[in-house]
């Protein structure tokens, strides 16, 4: 079976879409048609930037080249799940880049070793998608997570210093917190292994069906990546608040609010 190309002409129809949210925010007044258009011209200019490299990537399939490149990709990662969370990067980005890097290479390995069995585990074509799938998917769990500790941390500052005051340690006082976040931040991927297959076809799956694989194999592939995505998601939620409540309490148990931008 082959794919079929898309033409600039398919390009263009795609783009002529976009009119559909410039009426609606031009008519309601949304105030969302510069950013949308910068957005998608972003997208473009970004894509067409990765779809270069990656095919130099993918040709010359150095190990250590993939493996500078996934860990450019935790690196933006990190700073995005900072900035989405209205947090300042300075003293956390460090830290949170090395607990995503090591989380997200051992996955990696985890999965192109003993769930696909490769023999060169570092395979471009394997390595670099699969980072790319399990990044994405928790960086959006990540915010989430973070950015409901904040806020459930000082909506409730008063009963966690009660709880200081009766004698609990800054972690013991902080696992309500830590908990209430993590379980807000997987809700979204639970619910979308929940509904795979019934209520939409992911973005793998319907790949690999395009590319002409068989349905059996592609849900297969799915059903894996599924798996290390939700792991990988828990675990790097769970650093992240980790890592927030390491650089962001004082020595006394309080909230630095000068690790918030807006602060």
């Given amino acids: 079976m082959v794919t079929y190309d898309i033409s600039l002409e398919g390009i263009?129809?795609?783009?002529f879409l976009l009119l559909i949210p410039v009426l609606i925010s031009y008519y309601?007044?949304?105030k969302l048609i510069s950013s949308t258009l910068e957005?998608?011209?972003?997208?473009?200019?970004?894509?067409?930037?990765?779809g270069v490299f990656l095919t130099?990537?993918?040709?010359l399939n150095n190990p250590i080249l993939n493996i500078v490149w996934v860990l450019v990709m935790v690196f933006v990662a990190s700073h995005t799940v900072l900035k989405n969370a209205e947090l300042k990067t300075r003293s956390l980005l460090p830290l949170l880049t090395i607990f995503m890097a090591v989380t997200n290479?051992?996955?990696l390995l985890y999965f192109n070793k003993f769930i696909i069995d490769l023999t060169d585990l570092f395979d471009a074509r394997y390595f670099i998608p699969i980072a790319g799938m399990v990044l994405g998917n928790s960086l959006k769990a990540n915010v989430?997570?973070?950015?409901n500790f904040c806020s459930e941390i000082q909506r409730n500052e008063n009963r966690y210093l009660f709880r200081l005051s009766m004698g609990a340690e800054k972690t013991e006082a902080l696992v309500p917190y830590l908990r209430k976040s993590i379980r807000v931040a997987l809700k979204p991927t639970i619910a979308n292994m929940a509904t795979i297959g019934i209520v939409f076809l992911p973005g793998m799956m319907t790949g690999q069906?395009?590319?002409?694989?068989?349905?059996?194999?592609?849900?297969k592939y799915q059903i894996a990546i599924m798996l290390a995505i939700y792991v990988t998601t828990m675990v790097n939620v769970l650093l992240g608040v980790l890592v927030l409540i390491y650089r962001g309490f004082d020595e006394y148990g309080m909230f630095k609010k000068e690790m918030l931008r807006n602060s």
């Avoid at 957005?39 to 990765?50: D, G, I, K, T």
């Avoid at 130099?56 to 040709?59: C, E, I, L, T």
């Avoid at 069906?209 to 849900?219: D, H, N, R």
């Fill in 12 to 15: 263009f129809f795609s783009f």
């Fill in 28 to 30: 309601l007044g949304l």
């Fill in 39 to 50: 957005s998608a011209v972003r997208m473009v200019l970004q894509l067409l930037f990765v």
């Fill in 56 to 59: 130099f990537v993918f040709d």
């Fill in 105 to 107: 290479y051992a996955m």
């Fill in 144 to 147: 989430i997570g973070m950015e």
């Fill in 209 to 219: 069906i395009l590319a002409g694989a068989s349905p059996l194999v592609a849900i």
